[in-house]
């Protein structure tokens, strides 16, 4: 299964959604495995008509956790494979999130994030997954998860995801959100050779890998295909021919070992907008829709002389420190807007006093506007 | 400059169609930065929905319309709603053979027969949505007539361009008559 590689340069005025399937097509994804489910629809329409023109294969499973499984099943099979969803679907998609991270499967999810709990607000904008992406599954296990606040970077977190996954041997998480798939912007699909896209390292001469979970260094292990090498996959602890295995420092080791592939090589993962952080006094921290208020805000602030920062992980998780211990540092209070009630301010929480911390929260089914940060902002004075 | 544009009428009417027409042009023939979004949900059947496009020279950062400058009507249930969300000086285009609104100091009111002159000259209503569109670019001048052509075709099924190009020029035909008085 072969997908045909971009050629040509195409702009596009479009959906965030329908830009996360063209990366992913870019990134040479040729599996889509989706139950539909709004607001993410349009990524699986768009890739239920493109990719059987490129060789693809498309299939809608009768739920999100078959779906996870078609993909999971499909990426060990060689395939670049991706789905898409939103947060009821995420929930059911949790228990195999842990058996890709366990079983070191490469695949995309995509969280169009609405309403929650539950059912909650369809066709509403939400932040409401943020720690679901961390700790949804249960065990340790390693997480990616980006979160693009425009169209261009749902095209552009979608490639950096299928790059990381592949990289890694992990499951990557894209965050979007209602407002960002559904709006449209112009953004322009680059030739390919622009964007660099990674393979998986699969095993040198016939492709045989006798064992797939050991690993070279820190880099992850190479990931042969099923059928031209076969292997045992499993979702108990396994050795380094992937085994079940119960012995307490293979186990032990195991263990450590996924979640060091991936946090020892945070220079690969970490993506931060940093915007007047320097010298922010007043210092914003927002994620995908929500920080584009927010920036509208620092924009207002800066021009009004307030010194306002703003600090926007694109990767979220994990969670750029680094970067953001020496912003928390020097502001003198910290406001995070967020579509949920306080998941970002967990994190926040974590690297700065919580005194400072200023949480601008709402769950209304509205999106997040910059009259409400400042509304907010202004009652906490008073 | 940045504004602000909101299509409304009833599920069905092409509101959405027309912003996203109106979106291309701006962002791909005019070259200026535009983002469209559109409400979602129970009431984009029937009822009253809306469709907001923002153009401006400068980068938008918050991509939801939030003082509207233009807002086009093609229900009264709609141009009801809607009207609260039109700032001060505004202007609105509705369809006179379904809507009206009270004249007020604060906006300008475009009352242009669309239904009656789409059913005179075509015999239908199919393309209301294009002619409201039509009647908003003379209205506004925010973007070029070659751009709004340009996007209605790319966005014209095939057989249908002719139409859909006469329908645009019915709407800046309304729109200059109704600028005379």
Known sequence: MTTTAHTEEKILFTQGNIACAEGALYAGCNFFGGYPITPSTEVAEHMAEELPRRNGAFIQMEDEIASLGAVIGAALAGAKAMTATSGPGFSLMQELIGYACIAEVPCVIVNVMRGGPSTGLPTSPAQSDLLQAKWGTHGDHPTIALVPSSVEEMFTETVRAFNLSEYFRTPVIVLGDEIIGHMREKFRVPRSGEIEVIDRKVPDGDGICRLPYRADGKHPACLPNFGTSRFHVTGLNHDESGFPTMDPSIVQDSNARILDKVYHQRELIDKVDMRYCEDAEILFVSVGSAARAAEEVVEEYRRKGVKAGLFRPITLWPFPKKEFIPCAERAKTIVVPEMNLGQLRTVVERFARSEKILPVNLVSGEPLDPDFIVATIEKSKR | ?181
């Open chain 2, 1 to 181: 400059m940045k504004y602000e544009i909101r299509f409304s009428g009833s599920g069905g009417q092409g509101v959405i169609t027309a912003s996203v027409i109106l979106g291309a042009a701006a962002a791909l023939h005019d070259g200026k930065n535009v983002i469209q979004s559109q409400s979602y949900g129970p009431e984009a059947r029937g009822g009253a929905t809306k469709a907001d496009v923002i153009i401006s020279d400068a980068k938008i950062r918050y991509p939801k319309a939030r003082h509207i400058d233009y807002l086009v009507s093609l229900t009264q249930k709609a141009a009801v709603k809607f009207i609260k969300t039109l700032k001060k000086g505004g202007v609105v285009i509705i369809d006179s053979d379904f809507v009206d609104l009270p004249d007020s100091p604060d906006h300008r009111i475009y009352r242009l027969p669309m239904t009656s002159s789409s059913i005179a000259k075509f015999n239908r209503t199919t393309t209301l949505n294009v002619i409201a569109l039509g009647a908003f670019a003379e209205v506004a001048g925010l973007v070029s007539a070659d751009a709004v052509k340009k996007a209605v075709l790319d966005n014209s099924p095939a057989g249908f361009e002719e139409m859909n190009i006469a329908s645009l020029d019915m709407g800046r035909e309304l729109a200059r008559a109704a600028k005379k008085n």
